[in-house]
């Protein structure tokens, strides 16, 4: 039963990955014959095609760019591209349930043959250039096919829902406003795009790249709205109440950051003020109200925390170090206003009881005095 389970698992984990490489391989064939090449080494756009698959699952690259082979890395990945190996997966592992009839053992053996699989990707796809990291390629993709493979109860998830979809509000308020900046910007995006000079195929595929990474911008959004801050290399700081950028790479995206200090953003504090109270009116409401208060706080700094680390890191080159939100700052306005709350919500009670307690002793007192004089 076990052999037949492994085997099963195994035969779906490579469906699920062929899924996705080969149209990946497709894609990276036209762009390696369209562009062109000076080895004419067909092994380039395979090897491209796995790094591709590599990056929907959020895996790290080290790499040494020619022509100097100068050190960098590549650790911010787009966020959005990771829906469709969730999507696959999902699909391999139902599917090797309904085989095997053993949903647990199907998600176990199939998370570790995934696992496996991408690090062998990585290995094999390892070149002089660019190098996918191990430890990233073992535990992002178990991660993420884990995370696919969670099929909760409703009812264990409702404390939670309000939570994740306030949050998921909020960030895409940010995204919203981050795309009226990029419009505002036009001037600025069209020079970025023509330094770039993508191409028809290559134009396409930065499109769809740069349509990928909108959940990292939504987050990066929020992170500046908040007084938390973006940084875009080391020494810089991009906020409301602070403006200090050495220059942006031709990336599209980069043309909706702001051009000068804005104080007056900071007014979207408002927002996380509002889901705050939110959160402590439900948790008040409740049968027990400090755990569901405990849970939902701790549920938010995980997002927060999550986020905003999947939407920051190193772009290419150690002058791009760090890029993206201060996430811990974030975690720490949140976190601020959360336990000011818990306490308002604690200790607000007593007070009511005590104000409650002395009204009744005022009044008992006249009373008494009303008796007397009679």
Known sequence: MAARILLITLQQALRSVALLIFPLTFIALIAWATAGSSSGNTTDPI???????????????????????????LTILPI?????????????????????????????????????ISVA??????????????????????????????????????????????????????????????????????????????????????????????PNVAIVALGYFTGAGVTMGAHTALSPLHFSIHGI????????????KHPLYLISNILILVLVVAQMVRARRSIHRYRSAFTEIAF????????????????????????????????????????????VMIAMPSLVSNIRARRAERNEQDLSELVESE
């Open 80 to 116: 959005a591209a990771a829906l469709l190996p969730i999507t696959i997966i999902r699909s391999g592992i139902s599917r090797s349930a309904e085989v095997t009839g053993n949903l647990r053992a199907s998600r176990i053996f199939f998370t570790l043959w995934y696992g496996l």
């Open 47 to 73: 090897r491209a095609a796995a790094w591709l698959w590599l990056a929907s699952h959020l895996v790290h690259f080290s790499l040494a760019l020619p022509p100097a082979h100068i050190a960098g890395a």
């Open 121 to 214: 990707l990585a290995l094999a796809s390892s070149s002089e250039p660019i190098k996918a990291d191990l430890l990233t390629a073992a535990i992002y993709p178990v991660l993420i096919a884990l995370v696919a493979g969670i099929s909760l109860p409703v009812k264990r998830l409702q404390i939670l829902r309000f939570t994740y979809w306030s949050w998921a509000t909020i960030v895409g308020l940010a995204g919203v406003v981050a795309a009226f900046s990029l419009f505002a910007h036009h001037a600025l995006l069209h020079n970025l795009t023509v330094v770039d000079q993508p191409g028809i195929v290559g134009g396409a595929l930065l499109l769809a790249i740069q349509i990928a990474y909108l």
């Open 249 to 260: 790479p031709a990336i599209p995206l980069l043309a909706a950051l702001p051009n000068g």
């Open 300 to 343: 938010s700094l995980v997002l927060i925390s999550l986020g905003g680390f999947l939407a920051s890191g190193e772009l290419l080159t150690k002058e791009m170090s760090p890029v993206g939100v201060r996430w811990w700052y974030i975690d720490a306005i949140y976190a601020s206003c959360a336990l000011l709350a818990l306490m």
